[in-house]
T-cell receptor, first 113, second 110 residues
Framework: SAVISQKPSRDICQRGTSLTIQCQVD?????MFWYRQQPGQSLTLIAT?????????ESGFVIDKFPISRPNLTFSTLTVSNMSPEDSSIYLC??????????FGEGSWLTVV | GIQVEQSPPDLILQEGANSTLRCNFS?????LQWFHQNPWGQLINLFY???GTKQNGRLSATTVATERYSLLYISSSQTTDSGVYFC????????????FGKGITLSVRP
């Protein structure tokens, strides 16, 4: 398994501000993934973060809105920029471990007012 | 992209009942996983099962890759089984990423 810690766990943010979410893993991993889960919806992949290279973004997500850092093999951040109420979601960090099994952090619940 | 359909969308059970959750997918994949999201939002990996059958306690899963479907069986359901069950499919390796279905909301009544 994997121990994945996310901060903050919850936050209420003002429209137009930015928030950075941190993801810390208990051991080194090659790929880290950031997902968004809008209220009552399924999970949508935002981007894949590899250490030492630019993140790879999925269709509909851009770096200016969701900049990602991956400074080492155990840590990543996702910033949600210039937030609007439509960004209210759970943001989830995940990693791939042994035998391609995916594990998720506890999620960061963002409410934009 | 790959389409993932889960059925039924909602399921209500009496404690102790058995259930079968289904996942159909549109293309050949070599990665299929089942997750349970509890009411507090935590996602737990239940099975990595691109093919074959696995069992873990009261849960078991079967994937028939050639027919592009997977089934999750829950036996003797408990109230703690409530939540949303997601099927996710995709590929392993350098292009590893998962596409999630819309989920099945299970409510187990005492």
């Amino acid at each position: 398994s994997a121990v994945i810690s996310q901060k903050p766990s919850r936050d209420i943010c003002q429209r137009g501000t930015s928030l950075t979410i941190q993801c810390q893993v208990d051991s080194q991993v090659t790929m880290m993934f950031w997902y968004r889960q809008q209220p009552g919806q399924s999970l949508t992949l935002i981007a894949t973060a590899n250490q030492g290279s630019e993140a790879t973004y999925e269709s509909g997500f851009v770096i200016d809105k969701f900049p990602i850092s991956r400074p080492n093999l155990t840590f990543s951040t996702l910033t949600v920029s210039n937030m609007s109420p439509e960004d209210s979601s759970i943001y989830l960090c995940s990693v791939e471990r042994l035998h391609d099994t995916i594990y998720f952090g506890e999620g960061s619940w963002l409410t934009v007012v | 992209g790959i389409q993932v359909e889960q059925s039924p969308p909602d399921l209500i059970l009496q404690e102790g009942a058995n259930s079968t959750l289904r996942c159909n997918f549109s293309d050949s994949v070599n990665n299929l996983q089942w997750f349970h999201q509890n009411p507090w939002g935590q996602l737990i990996n239940l099975f990595y099962i691109p093919s074959g059958t696995k069992q873990n306690g009261r849960l078991s899963a079967t994937t028939v890759a050639t027919e592009r479907y997977s089934l999750l069986y829950i036996s003797s359901s408990q109230t703690t089984d409530s939540g949303v069950y997601f099927c996710a499919v995709g590929f392993t390796g350098a292009n590893s990423k998962l596409t999630f279905g819309k989920g099945i909301t299970l409510s187990v009544r005492p």
